[in-house]
C-alpha cells in the first residue's frame, strides 16, 4: 500500500486566494483526520470524519476552512481566503477505525505570502 | 478533560547511550497512549501505542515504553540510540467515548544524537 497521499507537497500562494489540500487514505480505513503543525501551536487536530461523515470540526479555526470528504478514498481542506497566518504544515492521516493508530501523509507544507 | 506534558522540549545524548523521554499524561478516562516520531520534512510514524493490555510495550527500531498508572507516566526508552533516531518525538493519549474522539498530541521532545 502507498500510504496516506497528499498533495500538493508544497504550495506557495498569495493572501486572499484560495487553497485546497487533497488527501486520499489508506484503502481500506474508515477514519480521517486533518492537522495542522505550526511551531508555536506544534499540532493541532481540525476535523476527522468517520465513514466519510464529519464528526467533529470544533478544531477548524474559522469559516474560512471547510473540508469534505465525497468518498471513501478523497478528502479535501479548503481555505478561501487565505491569510499568512494559515503558513502551517497540514497533515493527513487515516485509521482503520476511531481510537486505532493513525498512518500520517507525509504533509503540505503552505505558505501564504 | 486529557493533557499530556512532555517534561523535556530538547534531549540530547551520545551515539550507543541509553534513550529516555519522559511524558506525564493526565485523563478522565481509560485512555489509549501513543509514541510517534517525525523525521525532518516528514510525516509522523507510530512507535507504539498502549491500548490498556501490557503495560510494557515495545515498538519499532527498538524503543518501548511503560504505562504506569499510579505516575501517570509513559516514558519512552531505548537501551542504545542510533544517529537515525535522532528526529522529534511525540506523546499522544487518546480517549474515545461512543461517537466522540479525542486526541491530544504532545509539544513534541526534539531528540539529538552526537557521534
Known amino acids: 500500500d502507498a500510504g496516506v497521499i497528499q498533495s500538493p507537497r508544497h504550495e506557495v500562494t498569495e493572501m486572499g486566494q484560495e487553497v485546497t489540500l487533497r488527501c486520499k487514505p489508506i484503502?481500506?480505513?474508515?477514519?480521517l483526520f486533518w492537522y495542522r503543525q505550526t511551531m508555536m501551536r506544534g499540532l493541532e487536530l481540525l476535523i476527522y470524519?468517520?465513514?466519510?461523515?464529519?464528526?467533529?470540526d470544533s478544531g477548524m479555526p474559522e469559516d474560512r476552512f471547510s473540508a469534505k470528504m465525497p468518498n471513501a478514498s478523497f478528502s479535501t481542506l479548503k481555505i478561501q481566503p487565505s491569510e499568512p497566518r494559515d503558513s502551517a504544515v497540514y497533515f493527513c492521516?487515516?485509521?482503520?477505525?476511531?481510537?486505532?493508530?493513525?498512518?500520517f501523509g507525509p504533509g503540505t507544507r503552505l505558505t501564504v505570502l | 478533560a486529557q493533557s499530556v506534558t512532555q517534561l523535556d522540549s530538547h534531549v540530547s545524548v551520545s551515539e550507543g547511550t541509553p534513550v529516555l523521554l519522559r511524558c506525564n499524561y493526565s485523563?478522565?478516562?481509560?485512555?489509549?497512549l501513543f509514541w510517534y516520531v517525525q523525521h525532518p520534512n516528514k510525516g509522523l510514524q507510530l512507535l507504539l501505542k498502549?491500548?490498556?493490555?501490557?503495560?510494557l510495550v515495545k515498538g519499532i527500531n527498538g524503543f518501548e515504553a511503560e504505562f504506569k498508572k499510579s505516575e501517570t507516566s509513559f516514558h519512552l526508552t531505548k537501551p542504545s540510540a542510533h544517529m537515525s533516531d535522532a528526529a522529534e518525538y511525540f506523546c499522544?493519549?487518546?480517549?474515545?467515548?461512543?461517537?466522540?474522539?479525542?486526541?491530544?498530541f504532545g509539544k513534541g521532545t526534539l531528540l539529538t544524537v552526537n557521534p
Open positions: 492521516a487515516s485509521s482503520l477505525h476511531l481510537v486505532e493508530s493513525e498512518f
Open positions: 484503502s481500506g480505513h474508515n477514519s
Open positions: 470524519f468517520n465513514n466519510n461523515v464529519p464528526i467533529d
Open positions: 485523563s478522565s478516562y481509560s485512555p489509549s
Open positions: 498502549y491500548t490498556s493490555a501490557a503495560t
Open positions: 499522544v493519549v487518546s480517549h474515545s467515548g461512543g461517537s466522540n474522539y479525542k486526541l491530544t
